[in-house]
């Protein structure tokens, strides 16, 4: 398909019926089943309210100059909880203006609470997961134009400012790296701030999942308890996306009771999402001669060369700065075939663009001179567009709230909007595409992580005890295995017992033992080589599968090949390259539980969750021809065994079950294999993951169990929550997972099912029949 094929049907230009639109692409010739779903969410009308009789004059009227008249409902509740002293988090959806939410009863208390020389009142923290978003935050507050003391401080922060922040800051914007690192070790120099605080804003919560979400909770019962040496008990207020149980992830993430505000009273245009399905390969082009998709996207830069032709202007979201350089120069091509002129009306943006380079594109979109642009996430916070007609999403984002984000780049305020998910050949896209109900029903994933993971809490309990003498009141505070921890700490002479609590011993800063965002060990340097430049790091744990050498590494949207990964010295040297194929690793793996925690019983089977000790080991790695994905070669690697102690979730069916079910002893291997790789894959749905932030194992026979036994265990040390989420949330989990293998098209199972790009055994054997099978006795009894 051209976009000269698609000149005759939809470059009429006044085809501004979206769904009329979608139609139309559809019926291409050689398209025919490639539109699974077309949903038509129905515009909503403004739920509008008079502003709150507390807030502050000077603060309304700065709304209204700046155009809100008057707020939504949404913004109006959750800002009078907080007023009242009540935590709150609000969860609504994209542009529905959860800032003014937090920033009404914020600034109103700071105005009234100054002293009568203007000295600094209540004070205001708000966190953020990037420095990007904050700086954002920070020229939407002083679009404003208030007489309030607002400053960044992050990495980039010079030492004046930091002078004048701590001294005079009224309102301080920063991000949970420099609270862990900077204000809570140097507390005494921010005894004034702190001592304070009225308002703690925590920004795009949903952001803090896996092991990241549990060192950012251990952080702010370190602020809690630090505000409390200084008589300060502040009030938090969360912003979030929609998802399932906001309150649960509030109150993980806090450790306080937190009132949820999720119905949204802002205005929204009529939305199309429409689910697209690239066709599986005429012949074998995958692993053991498996079909495999057409690429997401090669299908992308197709139907941005249709929309751009007819005149509808285009945002495609695509995962790699290659990946959407190449949409663009493809794109341009088809274009050229039509109309001379429009190549030049579709461009590329990544992130590492000059402020300059950013705006002229900014000033292209707003004049209308672009219709197309295909974009990496790096758009999210780097550039501002608006008046979009359709968002291309090449490949789901990993999450509904991040799906929502980005259509919500089209149709801005009341107006129409289109949005296309085009699936990657994975199970997680395959189910998306074929269960339109899981993205257009009731939110089924959660911000997932555990703040208890005694790897994550003991770090913290040594920067508390250095900023604080720990006491026994503390403890309860970080949680119900605290105690055990620090009695460890104790016996291994890292902290001390005295008559006043419990003490840092070490010359150390203890912050310094954990970076919040690593996953666990020490962290990889990649650095460039020639000039001996670190480009960033990698986590130690995950390492060996993503930094070795060989692999192809994405950084920021960058494509970079590794030349050698150094264990010893923890660097890994890199050169940027465009090889033309990506890598992904392999590994072997093997599991034996530790203790089991909970379980139920699901007729004859039986479903746990508990501790298990992993042990794997990079074997290989495979190229893979890009964008089609067709393996070229596979290489060995030399990697040492590695082990962890970490949590997972496990089903056990027994052999009379399978017997009566009359699968067969020489099948089962490849049932409970594909049963597994495709229950990885499924498992994002509903825990806030990426299929690499977990791991599995399978067997006909486990010696721990004595039966067919599945496993699914967290990639880090002491868990993330992600199995633990697949326990509780077991039934519509595994019904996803049968659910995808059974719509899959392919005869014995493909990437889109059952076949996994990770697998150290070459997905053999792996039986798709045999699989639905087995999936299906074990929910018989759920």
Known sequence: MTATQAEGRVNDGAARNVDALVRRLADVPGREGRLTHLEVLPARTADTVAWPGWADPAVVAAYQRLGVSAPWRHQVVAADAAFSGDHVVLATGTASGKSLAYQLPALTTVRQQRGPKGQRGATVLYLAPTKALAQDQLSRLQALDLDVRVATHDGDSPREQREWTRAFGEYVLTNPDMLHRSLLPGHSRWASFLGSLRYVVIDECHHYRGVFGAHVAQVLRRLRRVCASYGAEPTFVLASATVAEPETAARRLTGLDVLPVTSDGSPRGEISLALWQPPLSQGPGGENGAPVRRAASSETADLLADLVAAQVRTLAFVRSRNGAEQVALTTAGLLAEVDPSLPARVAAYRGGYLPEERREIERRLRAGELLGLAATNALELGIDVSGLDAVLMAGFPGTRAGLWQQVGRAGRGAQDALGVLVARDDPLDTYLVTHPDALLGRPVEATV??????????????????????????????????????????????????????????????????????????AVQLVEAGTGRVVGTVDGARSHSTAHTGAVYLHQGETWLVHELDLEESVAVIERAEPGYSTTARETTDITIVTERDHRRWADCRLSYGDVDVSHQVVSFLRRRQPGGEVMAEEPLDLPERTLRTSAVWWTVPSAALESARLAAADLPGAAHAAEHCSIGLLPLFATCDRWDIGGVSTALHADTGMLTVFVYDGHPGGAGFAERGFHAARDWLTATVETIEACECDDGCPSCIQSPKCGNQNNPLDKTGAAALLRLLLSGA
Do not use: K, M
Not at 449 to 478: I, M
Not at 505 to 521: E, H, N, P, Q
């Open 449 to 522: 992580f555990d703040p208890g993971n005694p790897y994550v809490l003991g770090p913290h309990l040594c920067a508390a005890a250095q900023e604080l003498p720990l006491t026994s009141a503390d403890l309860p505070l970080f949680g119900p295995g605290a105690g055990e921890i620090v009695e460890s700490l104790t016996a291994a002479g890292v902290l001390r017992r005295r008559p006043r609590g419990w003490f840092w011993t070490d010359r150390r800063r203890a912050a310094d033992l954990v970076d919040i965002r690593s996953g666990g060990g020490r």
